[in-house]
Structure formats: structure tokens, C-alpha cells
């Protein structure tokens, strides 16, 4: 389990030995029914694809190349036709980039205010945007929301 700690200067670490056994327990627990799989993202929509799935798909970011397995422009658009073929629903979390809104605009979208909660400090915000084939809210609080007066456009709500 690779996990990353903080060292404190104003604030001591956060790490503390004496809590592993515990989160081991509950990680052991946690994970004693899961299945994990490895393989590119498109196997498992093809495996897994039902009318009752449904996918979290997490992949790099369009702009931050990040990671040693960035995704190409091509790649992108390869996942939005696949999206677009599924049964099931699916939730796909980018960086709010006007590409990405542009490529993926046959969806719906919300934009959610995240906190580096790992951190201490959480004044550390950012933006993603969360890209759906479903709306994830009940239906009575989706219908007050995309009301002229709710409390939020029909697209890009926070
Ligand atoms: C944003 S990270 C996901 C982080 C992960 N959800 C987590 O919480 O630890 C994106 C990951 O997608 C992986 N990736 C790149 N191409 C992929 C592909 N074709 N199929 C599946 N995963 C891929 C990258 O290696 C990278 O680890």
C-alpha cells in the first residue's frame, strides 16, 4: 500500500505508526469482496457493460500530463464514441477545459469544487469537471435546479 506522508514545520507529521495495524484492518475489510482488475479501460467497459453498471472512469488529464501513460488527443476521442455506445451509466471526472467540454458535450456536465483532502491544509482547491450519461441528482431536486429561478444552470452546476 503506498501511502504519502507530510512532514510538519508550523504543524507536526501526520505520521503515526501506531494507527497502521488499524488502517490495515479496515483496508483488509474494506477490499475482502472486491474484485480488482488490470487492463486498459476499454476491456473493462466491453466486460462489464450492463443496463445496472456503473463506471467511474478516472483517466489522465486532458491538459496535465501527469503520468507515464498520458492519453493522446486521439485517445479522447476514442473514449467519448465508446462512452457513447454504453448500456450502462458512467461518471468520468477531467480538468474543466473547453476541449474537454467541447468533445464531450452530447453529456451532461457539473463542474465540483474539490480539496486536496491528503493535505492538511484544504484551502488547496480545485476545479473538475464531472461528465455523465445520467443526471445524479433525485429527480425533484434536479427539476428545482434547472428552473430559470433554481439555483443553478442546467449545465455546470456547482
Ligand atoms: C488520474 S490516474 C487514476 C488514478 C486512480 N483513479 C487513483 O485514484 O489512484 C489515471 C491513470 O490512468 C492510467 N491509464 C492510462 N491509460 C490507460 C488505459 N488505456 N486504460 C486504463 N488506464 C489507463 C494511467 O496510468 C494513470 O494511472
Known amino acids: 500500500m503506498k501511502q504519502k506522508f507530510h512532514y510538519g514545520i508550523t504543524q507536526s507529521s501526520n505520521y503515526n505508526p501506531q494507527r497502521i495495524p488499524d488502517i490495515l ?4 475489510r474494506r477490499l475482502a469482496r472486491v474484485q480488482i482488475e488490470s487492463l486498459p479501460y476499454d476491456q473493462i467497459l466491453d466486460k462489464y457493460d450492463r443496463p445496472t453498471t456503473v463506471f467511474y472512469l478516472d483517466p489522465p488529464y486532458w491538459a496535465r500530463k501527469l503520468y507515464r501513460f ?3 488527443e486521439s ?3 476514442d473514449m467519448e464514441r465508446k462512452l457513447g455506445t454504453l ?7 477531467l480538468d474543466d477545459r473547453p476541449e474537454v467540454r467541447k468533445l464531450f ?8 469544487d474539490l480539496a486536496y483532502t491528503a493535505k492538511r491544509d484544504t484551502r488547496t482547491r480545485h476545479q473538475e469537471l464531472l461528465i455523465t450519461n445520467f443526471s445524479p441528482l433525485p429527480p425533484h431536486i434536479e427539476k428545482r435546479r434547472s ?3 433554481g439555483t443553478g444552470a442546467t449545465e455546470n452546476r456547482q
Request: proline share 4%; charged share 20%; no cysteine.
Open 147 to 149: 428552473q430559470p429561478n
Open 87 to 93: 448500456k450502462g451509466k458512467f461518471i468520468l471526472s
Open 25 to 28: 484492518e479496515q483496508t483488509h
Open 75 to 77: 485517445q479522447f476521442l
Open 70 to 72: 498520458n492519453f493522446t
Open 105 to 112: 458535450a452530447k453529456f451532461q456536465m457539473r463542474t465540483v
